[in-house]
């Protein structure tokens, strides 16, 4: 039953845990509030269940890269 879960969910849990490490971090730091909280779980959720369900990145990574590569450019 666990290993089922494991392959199935393993992904998102890892994200969700990833994010309520982090929010329990800023929590206790005291510089955030619970919407604050919420939303870092609610973000290592959703990777997590983008890497589980093997689907393509929100945003085109080298695209965006090459654009500001190509803006930014050090010693033009």
């Known amino acids: 039953m666990w290993r089922e879960f494991w392959v199935h969910y393993g992904k998102r849990t890892i994200g969700a845990a ?3 490490f982090f929010s329990f971090v800023y929590l206790f730091a005291g510089f ?4 604050f909280f919420m939303l870092l779980i609610s973000v290592g ?3 997590g269940k983008k890497k589980d369900l093997r689907q393509d990145p ?3 990574w080298q695209q965006v890269w090459s654009v500001l590569m190509e803006r930014f450019r050090p010693f033009r």
């Open 18 to 20: 990833a994010g309520l």
């Open 32 to 35: 955030w509030d619970m919407l």
């Open 58 to 60: 929100t945003a085109p």
């Open 45 to 47: 959720y959703w990777i």
